[in-house]
């Protein structure tokens, strides 16, 4: 797969969409909400995908870290964050981890 194909799928293009711009503007309340037979909020899949994001980056920095003896591991327990800050520090983070992986792409 090519670097432009990896940043693509990272930030989105054409018939992919954007992950950062799905989450930053979401509220707090629509964060911690799960919809209809679905099982995870918001807040809690920003969390999933922060988790295997650096846990992945740190594979890649030749770094061990532990693999989750369970699934449920890579999940928060909470459905909703606990402040305003906390889903801002999520969605910050998320952004972050998504630079990092662009940049070791390009």
């Known amino acids: 797969m090519s670097e432009r194909a ?3 799928l990272l930030y ?3 018939t992919h969409a954007n992950t950062l711009t799905c989450v ?5 309340e629509l964060a911690g909400r799960r919809a209809d037979n679905f099982p995870h ?4 899949l920003v969390n999933h995908m922060n988790f ?8 890649i920095g030749k770094e061990k870290p532990v693999y989750p003896a369970h699934a449920s591991e890579s999940w928060p327990t909470n459905a909703a964050p606990s402040s305003e ?5 999520a969605i910050a ?7 990092k992986l662009a ?3 390009d």
């Open 103 to 105: 940049r070791l792409a």
């Open 24 to 28: 930053q503007d979401v509220q707090l």
């Open 6 to 8: 990896l940043i693509e």
């Open 52 to 59: 295997w994001m650096a846990y992945e980056l740190k594979r």
């Open 12 to 14: 989105g293009k054409g």
């Open 85 to 89: 800050e906390e889903w801002q520090e």
């Open 41 to 44: 909020s918001i807040w809690q």
């Open 93 to 99: 983070l998320f952004r972050g981890l998504l630079a």
